[in-house]
């Protein structure tokens, strides 16, 4: 069993040693981008990325505060699925409309999970790392196209 500060620092030594692996790649745009932190630039849509000790996570998060404008965002998300799904190789991703996330707050989230993966495990990370870099790639490139869409909402 670890203690606090010990889950606090391996999690944190995981994200920065994926934030160095993903800090020479390029956005589909050909700019720098803060992959870790990545910026859609349309409030209430973010990419989230998780890991613990059973799974390793990425997501599509709608969390606006307004329902009506989240639901927007979602039947946006949802028309442009195809699309998503052609960046994303085919892959088939968990569609949730709402959810409750962890906070107990309402949101929407496109997600798919690794599972049998523990980021205690230092011979895990590699497996991690490849799983969050191929779909984060393919995310904005998929925002890439996408966002305008979502401007209209805003």
């Not at 107990?104 to 993966?117: I, M, N, P």
């Not at 969050?132 to 909402?153: C, V």
């Amino acid at each position: 069993m670890y203690t606090k500060e010990e889950v606090s620092r391996q999690k944190q030594a995981f994200w920065t040693t994926f934030g160095k692996y993903m800090q020479p790649v390029l956005s589909t745009e050909g700019t720098a981008v803060g992959w870790l932190n990545y910026k859609t630039g349309i409030p209430g849509v973010q990419f989230k990325m998780e890991a613990d000790h059973k799974q390793v996570s990425i997501a599509v998060v709608l969390s606006h505060k307004d329902d009506v404008l989240r639901s927007g965002h979602y039947e946006k998300l949802s028309a442009l699925k195809g699309m998503l799904e052609n960046e994303l190789g085919g892959e088939v991703w968990q569609w949730q409309q709402q959810v409750t996330d962890k906070w107990g707050k309402t949101v929407s989230a496109v997600r798919k999970e690794l599972t049998g993966v523990n980021i205690h495990r230092k011979e895990d990370w590699p497996a991690m790392i490849s799983f969050l870099k191929m779909r984060l790639i393919a995310l904005d490139a998929f925002w890439s196209m996408a966002r305008y869409g979502f401007e209209e909402l805003m």
